[in-house]
């Protein structure tokens, strides 16, 4: 009933930057918390930042800095804006939403960056 799709994602050169975005489609009232998940191979999957509606946004400690998220209630669209980047940051990244208090997921978008 609920949809995310992600976008943005790519290749890109270690200090490079890239914008990933995420919208939610389906039956829609409001959504709650937004936000970006990642999952290196042999991994588990990881917080790495979350806007609650109306609260304080966190960072994992390893992009605070380089990394900002951002939302648009308008749009269901939740951003992350990737600066500085570094070879360690490639992953898979997810998004994550909650919408009537049920968590959705995006299907997952590869960022990859060479050293």
């Known amino acids: 009933q609920v949809q995310l799709v992600e976008s943005g994602g790519g290749l890109v050169q270690a200090g490079g930057s890239l914008r990933l975005s995420c919208t939610a489609s389906?039956?829609?009232?409001?959504?709650?918390?937004m936000g970006w998940y990642r999952q290196a191979p042999g991994k588990q999957r990881e917080l790495v930042a979350s806007?609650?509606?109306?609260?304080?946004?966190t960072y994992a400690d390893s992009v605070k800095g380089r990394f900002a998220i951002s939302r648009d209630n308008a749009k269901n669209t939740v951003y992350l804006q990737m600066s500085s980047l570094k070879a360690e940051d490639t992953s898979i990244y997810y998004c994550?939403?909650?919408?009537?208090?049920?968590?959705?997921w995006g299907q997952g978008t590869q960022v990859t960056v060479s050293s």
């Open positions: 806007s609650p509606i109306g609260g304080t946004t």
């Open positions: 994550n939403m909650f919408v009537r208090g049920v968590a959705y």
């Open positions: 389906g039956r829609i009232s409001s959504i709650g918390t």
